[in-house]
C-alpha cells in the first residue's frame, strides 16, 4: 500500500504566512503541467509501480486552479502508471474556486474528499492573511459541499492570529460545526522567516499572541470541537471517529508515498532499505530538466534514523506507538535514560506508557516537539 502527492505550485496570490513552494505568475501552468505528466510517466515499469496505491492528495499551491481538462490529464497518468485503487482521493480547494459544476467535475474524476482551505469566516483575519477568498466565498463553498452531498470533506482553520480574541475564534469554530465536518485541521499560525508576515514580525509592524493565548485557543478549539464529538488524534487534526485523514496518516506511519511536483517529497522503503527525496522547489528547472535530474539527492535512512522518525511522527498521534512494532519494524528499544525519562514524564502527566504502548497526554501534546527532542536526546 502507498500513497501518491501531487503538489501544484499555483495560487492567485500569496497568503502572508505561508512559506509552501508556489508562484503567483500563471503562465507556466501548461508548461507546468506537461513536466508533471512527464515525471509521472518516467515511473512507468519501475519498481515503485508494484505497490498498491491507496491515497492519493492534490496539494499546492492550490489545486482548484486547474480545468477539468488538466485535471483529466493527471489523472489518467496516475492510472496508466500506478496501480491505483484509492480508498481516499483528496483535493485542496480554495472557497473562491468552488462551483457546483467544479464540485461534480472532481468528483467525477474520482476526487471524494475535498479539503477546503477556510482558515477563518472573519473577514479582517481574512484580510491580514491575505487569503483570496471571503467570508462569503467561504460560506458558499461549505454550503455547495452540502448540497451537492460531496461524499467527504475537511476544512482548515487557523487560530492564534494577532486581534483574535477567543470569541473570535469560538465564532469561527461554531460556524464551521454548523456544516458538519467529518474532519478539521486546526493550525495554530507560525510565523515563517522569508513571508510577508514574518518581515512584517521582524520590523515590529505586528505582534503575534504570546504562548499563553495561542495555549488558551488550542484549549478552545479542543474543547469546541470535541463537545461536537470531533476529536483529536494528530497535534492538529480532529476528526469524527472513522473519519480519520487516510493520506496524511500514511506520513505518520512511515507508510511508501511518492511525491510529485516541484518541493514534493517521497519516502520509499524495500525490505531492508529505506530512502527519502525530494524534487527541488524550483520551477524552471521541473520543465526544463529530465526528471531525474531535478532531484536532490537521495538520502538512505538507516535503522536507527527510521525508528527516531517513527518515534518523532507517532508521538503525534494521539493513540502515540508501541514498543513492539518500534522493535519489530526497526529493532529499536529505548535506553535505560530514556526509560527513567518516560517515568518521569508520566510522574508530570505528559505522558502514559502502558502495555508497551506510549502516548501523549493532551497536555504533552501541546508540547510534543520539546518532549520528543528531550527523550531522542536521552538515546543510546
Ligand atoms: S493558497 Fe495555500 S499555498 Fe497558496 S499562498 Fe495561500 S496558503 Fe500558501
Redesign the pocket.
Known sequence: MAGIYIHIPF?????S????Y?LTRQQLREPFLEALLKEIYAYKETPYTSEIITSVYLG???PSLLNEKQLTSIFTALDEVFKLDPVEVTM?L?PDDVTADYLNMIRKLGVNRASM?V?SFQEEILTF????HSREEALNALDLLKKEDFPAFTADLIYGNPGQTPAMLKADIEQLLAFNPPHISAYSLTVEPKTRLGRQVDLGRITPPDDEEVAAHFDLVHTLLGSAGIFQYEVSNFAKPGKEAVHNSSYWTHENYLGFGPSAHSFWRDGHEAKRWKNKPDIKQYIEKKPDEFTDEIELLDKRTLAEERIMLGLRMVKGISEDNLQKSYQFKFSEKQLEWIDLQEEKEMLTFKNGNLKLTTAGLKLSDMLVVDLLSKGD
Open positions: 495560487c492567485k496570490q500569496a497568503c504566512y505561508c512559506d509552501f508556489f499546492g499551491g492550490t485542496e480554495n482551505g482558515q492573511m491575505h487569503r483570496a
